[in-house]
C-alpha cells in the first residue's frame, strides 16, 4: 500500500492500493475496505483513485458517496502482542466503538458526480476537471 498524503491535514486515511477495478483504503484504526467497480460503481472507483493519487478529497468522497459501498473490510484487533485482521463481509458492520455488530444503515442515498462538483468545487466543472488531471 502507499502512504496517503492527506493535503488536507484532517482525513482518517493513512494508505491506499490501486488495482484493476478496485481501491483498497486503509484508515487510521488500521481497517482496510475495499471498494470495486462492482459494489461501488466504475465511476465512483475511479474518483477514489484519483483522489488518492492527488492526496486530497478521498475520505470526504467516500463518506458522502460510497461509505457502505465497499466490496470488504479487515478490521485490525489486538490479540496479545501481535495485530491480527478479522475478514468481513459487507453485511457485518463491526462498531468499534462499542465492540459488537451494528446493523447497516440502509438509508444511505447515492448522490451523484454533479452533487459532488458542487459540493467540492461550488459547481466550477473546469475546476473539478483540473483537480482530476494527472498533470
Same mark, same amino acid.
Given at each position: 500500500?502507499? #502512504? @496517503?498524503?492527506?493535503? $488536507?491535514?484532517? =482525513?482518517?486515511?493513512?494508505? %491506499? *492500493?490501486?488495482?484493476?477495478?478496485?481501491?483498497?483504503? !486503509?484508515?487510521?484504526?488500521?481497517?482496510?475496505?475495499?471498494?470495486?467497480?462492482?459494489?461501488?460503481?466504475?465511476?465512483?472507483?475511479?474518483?477514489?483513485?484519483?483522489?488518492?493519487?492527488?492526496?486530497?478529497?478521498?475520505?470526504?468522497?467516500?463518506? #458522502? @458517496?460510497?461509505?457502505? $459501498?465497499?466490496? =470488504?473490510?479487515?478490521?485490525? %484487533? *489486538?490479540?496479545?502482542?501481535?495485530?491480527?485482521?478479522? !475478514?468481513?463481509?459487507?453485511?457485518?458492520?463491526?462498531?468499534?466503538?462499542?465492540?459488537?455488530?451494528?446493523?447497516?444503515?440502509?438509508?444511505?442515498?447515492?448522490?451523484?458526480?454533479?452533487?459532488?462538483?458542487?459540493?467540492?468545487?461550488?459547481?466550477?466543472?473546469?475546476?473539478?476537471?483540473?483537480?482530476? =488531471?494527472?498533470?
Amino acid at each position: 500500500m502507499q #502512504r @496517503y498524503l492527506n493535503l $488536507s491535514g484532517n =482525513s482518517n486515511i493513512i494508505a %491506499y *492500493e490501486n488495482g484493476y477495478g478496485y481501491i483498497k483504503v !486503509q484508515f487510521s484504526d488500521y481497517s482496510i475496505y475495499t471498494y470495486t467497480y462492482q459494489s461501488a460503481g466504475k465511476e465512483n472507483v475511479e474518483i477514489m483513485m484519483e483522489c488518492a493519487n492527488r492526496g486530497w478529497g478521498l475520505n470526504g468522497f467516500i463518506n #458522502r @458517496y460510497c461509505k457502505y $459501498s465497499y466490496s =470488504s473490510k479487515q478490521r485490525p %484487533y *489486538e490479540r496479545s502482542s501481535s495485530r491480527y485482521y478479522r !475478514q468481513s463481509s459487507k453485511n457485518d458492520d463491526y462498531d468499534s466503538n462499542n465492540d459488537n455488530y451494528a446493523s447497516r444503515r440502509e438509508d444511505d442515498d447515492r448522490e451523484t458526480l454533479a452533487d459532488y462538483v458542487n459540493d467540492m468545487f461550488d459547481g466550477n466543472w473546469q475546476l473539478y476537471e483540473d483537480n482530476m =488531471s494527472d498533470d
